[in-house]
């Protein structure tokens, strides 16, 4: 089992759709998680962050974690054509640790 | 301000050759990691510094790899005897790490260095 699973897509959506991006994460000690936005050729973005249980809104992104489940979403809203990219979800702060691991990300084509 | 730069942006090795990447974190970063990005991967954990420490290098594929930050700014990752599987992006990224702040935990990624090995 992977430290940290996403699908790898492609994740297709119609423009002005909302896009949900998912992330499960194995380690229950993990503090800190974060969504990252990588366009081809250059190096991820940093988009999201989210500490607690809940969601967490930012423009038209959403995050929500949820602890229990071990589970972190990214949502977006209006999609755009301009969000095509690969979100990566990435985890850290197990056992104390400042060790970072991403998974290996989900492909997403906003539609025109 | 400045981001994180990272030099070269792109490097060719022959296989057996040393290589050595650089990377300056933001001003005031204490937090610098390494990355190793295969094609149609996440980036794969390396190394960590805080400050000049080396607090975890669990990441490193191999002894030919070493990592330092002697000053706790600039880092260099070097390679030696370069090995094809070794062809990568090395991502560098730097956090300003500021106690019970998780927000200071974000980390901030330079432009990588694309490493072909022939």
């Known amino acids: 089992q992977k430290e940290v699973e996403q699908n790898s897509g492609p994740l297709s959506v119609p423009e002005g759709a909302i896009a949900s991006l998912n992330c499960t994460y194995s380690?229950?000690?993990?503090?800190?998680f974060f969504w990252y936005r990588q366009y081809s050729g250059k190096s991820p973005e940093l988009i999201m962050s989210?500490?607690?249980?809940g969601d967490k809104e930012d423009g038209r992104f959403t995050a929500q974690l949820n602890k229990a489940s071990q589970y972190v979403s990214l949502l977006i809203r209006d999609s755009q054509p301009s969000d095509s990219a690969t979100y990566l979800c990435a985890v850290n702060g197990a056992t104390g640790g400042f060790k970072t691991i991403f998974g290996a990300g989900t492909r997403l084509f906003v539609k025109a | 301000g400045a981001g994180v730069s990272q030099s070269p942006r792109y490097k060719v090795a022959k296989r057996g050759q040393d290589v050595a990447l650089r990377c300056d974190p933001i001003?005031?970063?204490?937090?610098l990691f390494w990355y190793q990005q295969a094609l149609g991967q996440g980036p794969e954990f390396l190394t960590y510094f805080q400050n000049e420490a080396q607090l975890d290098k669990s990441g490193l594929p191999s002894d030919r790899f070493f990592a330092e930050r002697p000053e706790g700014s600039v880092s260099t990752l070097k390679i030696q005897r370069t090995q094809q599987e070794d062809s990568a992006v090395y991502l560098c990224?730097?956090?300003?790490?500021?106690?019970?702040?998780?927000?200071?935990?974000?980390?901030?990624f330079g432009p990588g260095t694309r490493l072909t090995v022939t």
């Open positions: 001003s005031g970063h204490v937090s």
């Open positions: 989210i500490y607690s249980n």
């Open positions: 380690d229950r000690g993990s503090q800190s």
């Open positions: 990224a730097s956090s300003l790490f500021n106690g019970p702040d998780r927000h200071s935990y974000e980390q901030y």
